[in-house]
């Protein structure tokens, strides 16, 4: 990628609260303290007293100015979320400068910045690459000293990411990414997640899936082929041949596939009842809307696991009907939920979808645990991170667990409506079916599941 790929946005972030900073900055750096004791919500981190930590990844930082990276799909099959996400960054950005959103509801949060340090950012395209991905986030660790980063929307440029994370001792805030191996097969200690994962999707769709459909049916699937779609197809095998659901075939496509016709007609002659589709942003939307220009729907139910609304307006009416998982909504109704959606409206003029929460979360978790540790010092975030617990996230109770770093959480389990239903200007193009709750309906030990594979490595600071 070319030199300009990360671009700072110094000179666009506003700089209030700034000044305060610049009389402790100096010593910040080397030797941070804070007594930081709120709760974010439902917390219970604490803060350490002043103390001095060795250099370690890009700490201490250097000036008044703490550097985030936020590297994203700008590119690509699933660039309409990175964009969504990059809004959001960037709006987490200014209300931790500035206050505003969250940042005003949270307690571990000034709007005057971060542990006395202006919030400074750099952007990067992952292009939907594994390869591009790492490569990117490597540039702004070295060239651009970021003290986080974060991105995502492909769980393998996820994975790739938080890889890097470990090996250089800077933290890596996952954004979308839904693979079980993200916080499975391939955690790590410098790597969180709050996006849930396959795994809980087929937790939470086939109790209510099979109620709605019947027991003892036939399913096809077509999975998008790399760590995502895999987990996808896995969990969606496990969890509906245990409702007594009998797979006919599992058939892997390439990721950006532009035309599913020949996957589909295979999928239609196979005698299934049930088509599940795993595809997610642009290719969600083309098969699911190929699937019903094909007639699939008259021989075939269709589900679609994971949805988010840029892949849903895409399609459409295509996903009348049609069942499947998400994150968050909008349209909930909860003040967490409101203030974010309003804030995002008023910045861009659009409803925020899903994964831009992911995004505004993670940034300001991050922040959060800065404060709560006094410290940017990566071992100290990140014990902070751990076992934390809060509630003011749109979306209920929440937990980053110690043992895995996935996040416990609720799901919803949603149904698509028809076009003359859906609602762009709100972002509703579903109904909420149920939200499937944790511990009840969603989620798993710390000795099974994907939680079973995790070796979460070394803090840094042994």
Known sequence: MAEN???????????????GAAGIAGLAGC????????????????GGGSSEYPSLGNYPIEGDTAVLGFNVPQ?????????????AYELAADHLNNGGGWVDMWDDLSGDGVNGYEIDYVTGDTATDADTARESASRMIERDNVIMFSGGSSSATAIAQQGLAQQENVLFMCCLTHSNDTTGGDCVRYGFREMFNAYM???????????????????YQLYADYTWGQTVQQSMRQFFEAEGWNEINSVPTPLGTDDYSTFLQ????????VLFLDHYGLDGSNSVSQAVDQGIKEDMEIVVPLYNVPMAGSAGGSIEGVFGTDGWDANLDNEPTQVFAEAFEEEYGSTPSSPARLAYSATLNYAAAVERAGTFYPPEVIRELEGY??????????????????????????????EDEQDPDSGRYWEVVEQSSYPDAV?????SGPASECELGEYGDE
């Not at 030797?31 to 604490?46: A, Q, S, V």
């Not at 590119?75 to 809004?87: C, I």
């Open 5 to 19: 790929d990360t671009q700072s946005r110094r000179d666009v972030l506003k700089t209030a609260g700034a000044a």
């Open 31 to 46: 030797l941070e303290g804070g007594n930081g004791n709120g709760d974010g919500g439902n917390g219970n981190g604490n």
């Open 75 to 87: 590119t690509g099959p699933y660039q309409e979320e990175g964009a969504d996400e990059l809004r």
């Open 201 to 219: 999707t087929g937790q939470a769709l086939a109790p209510i899936v099979t109620e709605e459909f019947g027991d003892g049916l036939d399913f």
């Open 266 to 273: 295979d999928a239609r002659d196979s005698g299934a009842d």
């Open 389 to 418: 617990e809060w509630s003011n996230g749109g979306i209920g109770e929440e937990i980053m667990r110690e043992c895995d770093h996935q996040t416990m959480r609720d799901i919803l389990v949603v149904r698509g409506l028809s």
């Open 443 to 447: 989620g798993y030990d710390c000795d």
